[in-house]
Protein backbone atom coordinates (compact mmCIF):
# COMPACT_ATOMS: atom_id res chain seq x y z
CA UNK A 1 0.00 0.00 0.00
CA UNK A 2 3.37 2.60 0.71
CA UNK A 3 3.56 2.85 -3.03
CA UNK A 4 -0.16 4.28 -3.43
CA UNK A 5 0.60 6.27 -0.15
CA UNK A 6 3.88 7.74 -1.63
CA UNK A 7 1.79 8.80 -4.97
CA UNK A 8 -0.39 10.95 -3.34
CA UNK A 9 2.28 11.93 -0.59
CA UNK A 10 4.80 13.42 -3.78
CA UNK A 11 1.98 14.45 -6.51
CA UNK A 12 0.76 18.14 -6.67
CA UNK A 13 -2.20 18.35 -4.57
CA UNK A 14 -2.79 21.81 -5.76
CA UNK A 15 -2.49 20.40 -9.62
CA UNK A 16 -5.43 20.74 -11.81
CA UNK A 17 -5.27 17.99 -15.01
CA UNK A 18 -6.22 18.52 -18.36
CA UNK A 19 -8.81 15.76 -18.58
CA UNK A 20 -11.60 15.31 -20.99
CA UNK A 21 -15.37 16.02 -20.30
CA UNK A 22 -16.22 12.26 -20.13
CA UNK A 23 -13.38 11.53 -17.52
CA UNK A 24 -14.75 14.40 -15.31
CA UNK A 25 -18.04 13.72 -15.67
CA UNK A 26 -17.66 10.33 -14.70
CA UNK A 27 -15.33 10.45 -11.85
CA UNK A 28 -17.56 12.63 -10.17
CA UNK A 29 -20.29 10.20 -10.67
CA UNK A 30 -17.67 7.91 -9.39
CA UNK A 31 -17.57 10.41 -6.10
CA UNK A 32 -21.37 10.62 -5.58
CA UNK A 33 -21.89 6.86 -6.12
CA UNK A 34 -20.17 6.22 -3.18
CA UNK A 35 -21.54 9.29 -1.04
CA UNK A 36 -24.99 7.49 -2.22
CA UNK A 37 -23.62 4.18 -1.26
CA UNK A 38 -22.43 5.22 2.58
CA UNK A 39 -25.69 7.28 3.04
CA UNK A 40 -27.65 4.42 1.92
CA UNK A 41 -25.52 1.89 4.27
CA UNK A 42 -25.26 -0.29 0.69
CA UNK A 43 -22.35 -1.95 2.24
CA UNK A 44 -21.53 -4.33 -0.53
CA UNK A 45 -21.46 -1.90 -2.89
CA UNK A 46 -19.80 0.81 -0.85
CA UNK A 47 -17.12 -2.24 -0.61
CA UNK A 48 -17.08 -3.29 -4.24
CA UNK A 49 -15.84 0.28 -5.47
CA UNK A 50 -12.19 -0.81 -3.73
CA UNK A 51 -9.59 -2.86 -5.25
CA UNK A 52 -8.79 -5.84 -3.79
CA UNK A 53 -5.78 -3.81 -1.61
CA UNK A 54 -7.35 -0.56 -1.20
CA UNK A 55 -7.52 1.48 1.79
CA UNK A 56 -9.65 4.35 3.56
CA UNK A 57 -7.19 6.53 5.56
CA UNK A 58 -8.09 9.44 7.64
CA UNK A 59 -4.98 10.73 9.02
CA UNK A 60 -4.30 12.24 12.44
CA UNK A 61 -2.19 14.72 11.04
CA UNK A 62 -2.96 17.09 7.84
CA UNK A 63 1.09 16.88 7.40
CA UNK A 64 0.79 12.56 7.51
CA UNK A 65 2.42 10.93 4.06
CA UNK A 66 2.36 7.84 5.83
CA UNK A 67 -0.78 5.81 7.03
CA UNK A 68 1.10 2.15 8.32
CA UNK A 69 2.40 1.93 11.44
CA UNK A 70 1.50 5.93 12.81
CA UNK A 71 -1.23 7.04 14.51
CA UNK A 72 -4.51 7.55 12.70
CA UNK A 73 -8.25 7.85 12.97
CA UNK A 74 -8.43 4.95 10.13
CA UNK A 75 -6.20 3.18 8.17
CA UNK A 76 -8.23 0.55 7.27
CA UNK A 77 -7.90 -2.32 4.48
CA UNK A 78 -11.18 -4.33 3.33
CA UNK A 79 -11.00 -7.20 5.66
CA UNK A 80 -10.81 -3.97 8.58
CA UNK A 81 -13.84 -2.64 6.85
CA UNK A 82 -15.85 -5.71 6.85
CA UNK A 83 -15.25 -6.16 10.33
CA UNK A 84 -16.35 -2.34 11.34
CA UNK A 85 -19.64 -3.05 9.47
CA UNK A 86 -20.37 -6.36 11.27
CA UNK A 87 -19.81 -5.01 14.25
CA UNK A 88 -21.78 -1.91 13.87
CA UNK A 89 -24.46 -3.47 12.31
CA UNK A 90 -24.53 -6.42 14.27
CA UNK A 91 -27.84 -6.76 16.90
CA UNK A 92 -26.40 -6.01 20.42
CA UNK A 93 -24.30 -3.48 19.11
CA UNK A 94 -25.94 -1.09 21.50
CA UNK A 95 -23.84 1.86 21.16
CA UNK A 96 -25.28 2.23 17.44
CA UNK A 97 -28.58 2.72 19.04
CA UNK A 98 -30.69 3.97 17.53
CA UNK A 99 -29.20 3.67 13.78
CA UNK A 100 -27.79 6.64 12.47
CA UNK A 101 -28.26 8.44 9.53
CA UNK A 102 -25.65 10.12 7.36
CA UNK A 103 -26.36 12.42 4.64
CA UNK A 104 -22.85 13.59 2.14
CA UNK A 105 -22.12 16.19 -0.06
CA UNK A 106 -19.12 15.76 -2.76
CA UNK A 107 -18.22 19.35 -4.55
CA UNK A 108 -15.51 20.86 -6.00
CA UNK A 109 -13.89 17.46 -7.70
CA UNK A 110 -10.46 18.56 -9.32
CA UNK A 111 -8.75 15.82 -11.31
CA UNK A 112 -5.14 15.97 -10.27
CA UNK A 113 -3.35 13.59 -12.65
CA UNK A 114 -4.16 11.21 -15.08
CA UNK A 115 -1.56 8.47 -15.87
CA UNK A 116 -1.08 6.51 -19.32
CA UNK A 117 -2.95 3.69 -17.39
CA UNK A 118 -6.51 6.01 -16.62
CA UNK A 119 -5.31 6.04 -13.21
CA UNK A 120 -6.59 9.03 -11.92
CA UNK A 121 -5.72 11.24 -8.51
CA UNK A 122 -8.45 13.49 -7.56
CA UNK A 123 -9.32 15.37 -4.99
CA UNK A 124 -13.08 17.07 -3.76
CA UNK A 125 -14.44 18.80 -0.88
CA UNK A 126 -17.24 16.87 1.26
CA UNK A 127 -19.77 18.14 4.08
CA UNK A 128 -21.36 15.30 5.97
CA UNK A 129 -24.36 15.70 8.66
CA UNK A 130 -24.70 12.32 11.27
CA UNK A 131 -28.00 12.24 12.88
CA UNK A 132 -27.53 10.02 15.96
CA UNK A 133 -29.43 10.62 19.64
CA UNK A 134 -31.62 13.01 18.56
CA UNK A 135 -28.71 15.27 17.14
CA UNK A 136 -26.68 15.89 13.83
CA UNK A 137 -23.28 16.59 14.17
CA UNK A 138 -21.45 18.02 10.86
CA UNK A 139 -17.91 17.04 9.24
CA UNK A 140 -16.08 18.64 6.28
CA UNK A 141 -12.86 18.27 5.06
CA UNK A 142 -11.02 17.20 1.91
CA UNK A 143 -10.73 13.94 0.09
CA UNK A 144 -8.03 12.82 -2.14
CA UNK A 145 -8.70 9.51 -4.34
CA UNK A 146 -6.59 7.16 -6.21
CA UNK A 147 -8.76 5.82 -8.43
CA UNK A 148 -7.31 3.01 -10.64
CA UNK A 149 -8.87 2.47 -14.11
CA UNK A 150 -10.64 -1.30 -14.38
CA UNK A 151 -12.29 -2.82 -16.74
CA UNK A 152 -15.79 -2.80 -14.58
CA UNK A 153 -15.11 1.26 -13.91
CA UNK A 154 -12.61 3.05 -11.43
CA UNK A 155 -11.75 1.63 -8.08
CA UNK A 156 -10.52 3.25 -5.12
CA UNK A 157 -7.08 1.93 -4.14
CA UNK A 158 -6.49 4.73 -1.24
CA UNK A 159 -9.08 7.22 0.06
CA UNK A 160 -7.61 9.95 2.06
CA UNK A 161 -10.01 11.71 4.10
CA UNK A 162 -8.83 14.88 5.41
CA UNK A 163 -11.34 16.67 8.46
CA UNK A 164 -11.51 19.98 8.83
CA UNK A 165 -12.20 18.93 12.69
CA UNK A 166 -10.14 16.48 13.59
CA UNK A 167 -8.63 17.06 16.82
CA UNK A 168 -12.60 18.80 17.87
CA UNK A 169 -13.81 16.88 21.04
CA UNK A 170 -16.98 14.00 20.14
CA UNK A 171 -19.34 13.05 23.02
CA UNK A 172 -19.01 9.74 20.94
CA UNK A 173 -16.38 8.01 18.83
CA UNK A 174 -16.89 8.45 14.81
CA UNK A 175 -17.39 4.77 13.92
CA UNK A 176 -18.56 5.56 10.10
CA UNK A 177 -16.59 6.68 7.54
CA UNK A 178 -17.44 9.86 5.86
Same mark, same amino acid.
Given at each position: ???? /??? %? ?21 ? %????? =?? %? ?21 ? =?? #? ?12 ? +? %? ?9 ? #? ?49 ? /? ?19 ? /???? +?? #? ?11
Amino acid at each position: MSNA /TEI %LANSDRFKFADVTTKTQLSVERF %LHQQA =EF %LDEKRWDQWLSLFTADGHYWMPA =EE #EQTEGEGVPNIFWE +N %LDMMKMRIRRN #EHPQAHSQAPNNRLCHVVSNVIIENQDNNGNIIVRSRFHCAEYFRYEVRNF /TGKYRHYLEKTSNGYRIKLQR /TDLV +NR #EGPYEYVLQWWL
